[in-house]
């Protein structure tokens, strides 16, 4: 079980790194937010690139399983940092 909940933070973890290294230029292209804030999202795509090197495997399943998370932290963010509910508008 311990096992499990490792796995799956650091699933949380890489999925938050993805998601705030492709926020962040989105922001400064759409939003116009400051330039500097590329600078963070360059270090949370690296972050994201070495936290994949960690995960126990490297294809199939491990995969499936970071994509499901990734798709529940994506729209927890929608929710909460973007403050919409998730349907089209």
Same mark, same amino acid.
């Given at each position: 079980m311990l096992e499990f909940l490792k796995i799956l933070a650091l699933f949380v973890i890489t999925a938050l790194a993805e998601i705030v290294g492709c926020?962040? #230029?989105w922001l400064v292209l759409t939003q116009?937010? #400051?330039r500097w804030l590329l600078i963070p999202a360059a270090v949370?795509?690296?972050l994201f690139? *070495? %936290?994949l090197t960690l995960h126990p495997g490297a294809a199939g399943r491990i995969y499936a399983a970071y994509g499901g998370v990734y798709v529940a932290i994506a729209l %927890? *963010?929608?929710w909460r940092i973007d403050g919409r509910a998730g349907r089209a508008e």
């Open positions: 926020y962040l #230029p116009g937010r #400051p949370s795509l690296a690139a *070495w %936290l %927890l *963010w929608l």
